[in-house]
């Protein structure tokens, strides 16, 4: 079993919503960071938002105000609520569970597709 997986994610009309959830199989998940990222087609991929083991958030610009995280330690589990999305928006998203350098895992990625 991979250590995280990713589920979520498809196509939507700009103005849509989407929700991704990331699951972690690892032991102590509160002590682990979540952060999404995303790479657009032909673009390097950028990170989008996080979630530290400390409860701290943080957000890109242009996702802020749009975009929410929530978590639930006793599930082990990270979601990214995507509201009002705009074409800019398409990308593969990927997950992130790090907990130091040697415990940093990956999730296999999922597309979000924003049509105008």
């Known amino acids: 079993q991979e250590p995280v997986v990713q589920s979520g994610g498809g196509s939507v009309q700009a103005g849509g919503s989407l929700r991704l959830s990331c699951a972690a199989s690892?032991?102590?998940?509160?002590?682990?960071?979540v952060a999404w990222y995303r790479q657009p087609p032909g673009k390097q991929r950028e990170f989008v938002a996080s979630w530290t083991d400390e409860g701290n958030t943080f957000y890109i610009d242009s996702v802020r105000g749009r975009f929410a995280l929530s978590r639930d330690n006793s599930k082990n589990v990270v979601h990214l609520q995507m509201n009002n999305l705009n074409p800019d928006d398409t990308a593969v998203y990927y997950c992130n569970a790090k907990r130091s350098l040697m415990q940093s895992y990956w999730g296999q990625g999922t597309q979000v597709t924003v049509s105008s």
């Open positions: 690892v032991r102590a998940f509160e002590r682990y960071t």
